[in-house]
């Protein structure tokens, strides 16, 4: 039976409050990720601003360092989409995930993935991803030079999917771009540390709490999963929310007060926060859906204005300017575009503080 019933604010404000919105946190980068379980690295870029929008003093050069040292590694992870995960996290937790790397080369290849024989595919990758540390290009080649008659993409997207792997720096990295290469996390991280679903579940709702079962499947991937979780739901806090289903907790979290006031947030492209719900309502009004997410599976840069979602945000370099552009949804009271203009100049110095030109141009969408 649920405990109680949640409003909308207070499963916004607990959100915030377990993802470092509400208050920036004095935190190694290390540690944040891990409490954030990973950071969506679609393109190198937005994680540092992830980890600059929840930490104090955080600086570029502090990620970058963990990336080289190994402590941290940029991976297909959940819903077969590259993470930045910590290494410990990584080996624990890889085995659990597994299933959506494959559902992923399911769903991108179809019957072209479904003949394969990946233990051939893996006895010919793994000692060339292991010696020559490739580009996914090089993979392919590879690959088509042994196996000349099947489809290059989708056996170097097999390889990806069941053999665990890693981007070697400075691919991931600030700046570095899209190509990068790889190796197998076997070789660049050692042997991995098994886990189960249920303390993944956990850590999940230690990061996006309350949440159900099927919140849990969007952020990892994976369906059918209550079977499987059922043995441990019984130990869990169950709540009633506004308008769905019940949702739920761990017993000694904590549920914010629904009045906490919320700072003004940027939150990069592809965070998280805005895709770990089947119901996204609690940071992201639907109306504004289609502004957010964009065709292809693009997840462009939100500003969070009291707590929620309220307008969009993009930085635009050239040779002589920095410039950050703020679209709001609905126009607002000048005390909030001193506060968008103020954190705004903050991001555009955690771009460039060497910019000699560079100012926040805020516009309401027609």
Not at 5 to 13: A, D, F, I
Not at 41 to 68: C, D, H, K, M, V
Not at 71 to 80: L, T
Not at 116 to 129: H, M, N, Q, T, Y
Request: hydrophobic share 40%; glycine share 4%; net charge positive.
């Amino acid at each position: 039976m649920a405990e109680s019933r949640l409003s909308l604010r207070q499963l916004n404000r607990t959100l915030l409050t377990r993802q470092m919105l509400l208050d920036r946190q004095d935190m190694r980068p290390v540690a944040a990720t891990e409490r954030l379980i990973a950071l969506q690295s679609q393109i190198p870029n937005p994680p540092y601003i992830g980890l600059w929008t929840r930490l104090r003093r955080f600086e570029r050069r502090q990620l970058t360092a963990l990336l080289e040292s190994r402590e941290i590694v940029r991976a297909p992870w959940i819903r077969s989409t590259l993470h930045l995960v910590s290494a410990e996290d990584h080996q624990r937790f890889q085995s659990v995930i597994q299933p959506a790397l494959l559902r992923g080369l399911r769903s991108f290849f179809g019957a072209r993935g479904a003949d394969l024989d990946i233990e051939r595919l893996l006895s010919i990758a793994k000692p060339f991803l292991e010696s020559n540390q490739p580009s996914i290009g090089a993979l392919r080649a590879h690959l088509q030079e042994h196996q000349p008659t099947l489809n290059k993409e989708a056996m170097a997207y097999a390889v990806r999917s069941c053999l665990p792997l890693v981007q070697i720096p400075p691919g991931g990295t600030w700046g570095a771009g899209t190509r990068a290469t790889y190796t197998t996390a076997a070789k660049w991280l050692g042997r991995a540390d098994s886990s189960d679903l249920t303390n993944l579940f956990r850590r999940y709702l230690a990061a996006f709490g309350p949440a159900d079962v099927m919140d849990f499947q969007t952020w990892t991937g994976m369906t059918r999963l209550k079977s499987q979780l059922a043995p441990a739901l019984a130990d869990l806090v169950v709540y009633q929310s506004e308008n769905g289903p019940d949702l739920y907790d761990l017993p000694a979290a904590t549920i914010a007060a629904p009045d906490s006031i919320a700072p003004l947030r940027f939150i990069p492209e592809y965070d998280n926060i805005l895709i770990a719900h089947r119901d996204r309502s609690r940071i992201l009004p639907d109306a504004h859906r289609k502004k957010v997410f964009l065709s292809a599976g693009r997840v462009i840069g939100a500003v969070l204005i009291d707590g929620f979602v309220g307008a969009t945000w993009k930085v635009k370099k050239d040779k002589n300017s920095l410039r950050l552009f703020v679209t709001l949804f609905e126009a607002k009271p000048k005390a909030c575009l001193r506060a968008l203009e103020e954190e705004g100049n903050r991001l555009l110095r955690f771009f460039d503080d060497e910019a000699n030109n560079q100012a926040v141009v805020i516009d309401t969408y027609d």
